[in-house]
Nanobody, 113 residues
C-alpha cells in the first residue's frame, strides 16, 4: 500500500515536499518513483530511485527536485523547489517496474499565483 501526502497550492518559485508511506512488506521495494499526470495527458515519470540509491530525473525537474528515501520510516520523498506553473499535476508514488507497478492514490500539486 502506498499513501501520498504533502500536496497543496504554492506560488511560483515556492517549495513543497511530497511524502509516500509504504506498507505491506518488511523492506521497501527496490524500484520506486514519482510520476505526475495532468488531465488529458499521459502519466509521466518525474523521478525514480533504486534501493541502492541510483536516481533518475526527468529533464524538466533536474536541479529542482530531489527524490530520497528513509528506509526506517518506510517512506519516500520528493523535495520540490523553484516550482513552476507547469509542475501543476497530480503526483503519484509508485513501486515496482512497468508494467507491474503499484500506485498510490495521488496528491494534487497546484502552482499558481
Amino acid at each position: 500500500l502506498l499513501v501520498e501526502s504533502g500536496g497543496g497550492l504554492v506560488r511560483p518559485g515556492g517549495s513543497l515536499t511530497l511524502s509516500c508511506i509504504y506498507s505491506g512488506h518488511e523492506f521497501m521495494p527496490d524500484n520506486m518513483g514519482w510520476y505526475r499526470q495532468v488531465p488529458g495527458k499521459q502519466r509521466e515519470v518525474v523521478a525514480t530511485e533504486t534501493a541502492a540509491g541510483s536516481k533518475t530525473y526527468a529533464d524538466s525537474v533536474k536541479a529542482r527536485f530531489t527524490i530520497y528515501r528513509n528506509h526506517n520510516e518506510h517512506a519516500m520523498y520528493l523535495q520540490m523547489r523553484d516550482l513552476e506553473p507547469e509542475d501543476t499535476a497530480i503526483y503519484y508514488c509508485s513501486a515496482g517496474l512497468p508494467p507491474y507497478q503499484t500506485w498510490g492514490q495521488g496528491t494534487q500539486v497546484t502552482v499558481s499565483s
